[in-house]
């Protein structure tokens, strides 16, 4: 199995970068950085790039990129894939370079989505700073965030996750939809405390992804870009509540991706040893009213 570290970033297209580059500078508080190719690389820490924005015909989620240890971690999940059947393909100078990274393969999970794999950060380390002046995002060992991609292919997709890419079950979550069809959601933890880096929704999400989480270290940053969402006109999504998995505090709005993006605060950093995966009955503790997303 990969050895996965965290979640180091994500691709996103969009046919209006610009939009992007207002929405993280903003909004979000992130700031942006010009790449080549009319590229946008957006930091939320001293990291280089944590959503690279690309020009493109279409406003979706491209891939999700995962950061392991060292070379040797690398080669090692390289051959765990080989192993399953599975050919990665070796990341273009060009791709490399936009990620900052050292080395990068890609591939396909049985549902379609594309996950990369890297090695070897670059940065200069620079201290961040928010336009918003958001003191810190919770990243570091725990990754960026987390993601929510689609799993039509659901059984086959999570072992593949699981039995491939190394993940472990968190817990899991049936939604009722539309007419009442029940959809699975397996909450996916790699090798850090944070309690999920990736979800996956059994069902088909057009944009291909459901949403990205990103986390602050105190409340009033959730309160403050609440603030900012409404004053700058972004659609709502969800309204703030507190997760019963994770226990985050958060809100979600729309991306110029099609995608959501959740803000949140207080996540919790889970003991892997001691953890027990469950199945809830709801998504929150109060709050978080998600039909609003479709008014």
Request: aromatic content about 10%; hydrophobic content about 40%; overall charge negative.
């Amino acid at each position: 199995m990969i050895d996965i570290r965290g979640l180091a970033y994500v691709v996103v297209a969009t046919t209006d970068p610009e939009r992007w580059r207002s929405l993280a500078e903003d909004v979000i508080g992130m700031r942006a950085v010009d790449e080549s190719d009319g590229q946008i690389a957006l930091k939320m820490d001293q990291r280089a790039c944590r959503i690279l924005v690309q020009p493109d015909q279409t406003d979706r989620y491209i891939a999700s990129g995962w950061e392991v240890a060292d070379r040797a971690a690398f080669q090692n999940g390289i051959a765990s894939l080989r192993n399953a059947g599975v050919d990665p393909e070796p990341g273009s100078q060009g791709e490399v370079d936009a990620r900052h990274v050292q080395e990068m393969v890609w591939f396909r999970d049985p549902s379609g989505n594309r996950h990369e794999l890297v090695w070897g950060f670059r940065t200069d380390f620079a201290r961040f700073k928010s336009p918003q002046g958001i003191t810190r995002f919770v990243t570091g060992d725990l990754g960026m965030g987390h993601t929510v991609i689609p799993g039509p292919k659901f059984d086959q997709t999570y072992a593949f996750l699981s039995d491939v890419m190394g993940f472990g079950l968190a817990d899991i979550l049936v939604h009722h939809g539309a007419g009442g069809a029940a959809q699975r959601i397996y909450f996916l933890h790699c090798n850090n405390g944070r309690h999920h880096s990736l979800a996956l929704f059994e069902g088909e999400v057009p944009s291909g992804c459901v949403h990205l989480m990103a986390e602050v270290e105190s409340m009033d940053e959730v309160g403050r870009a609440y603030d900012r969402v409404q004053k700058s006109g972004t659609k709502l999504m969800c309204s703030l509540g507190r997760h019963v998995n994770d226990e985050m505090i958060s809100f979600y709005f729309a991306t110029p991706s099609n995608f959501s993006l959740e803000f949140g605060y207080g996540g919790r950093v889970v003991d892997w040893t001691r953890h027990v995966a469950f199945e809830s009955t709801a998504v929150s503790l109060w709050g978080h009213d998600f039909s609003i997303g479709f008014k």
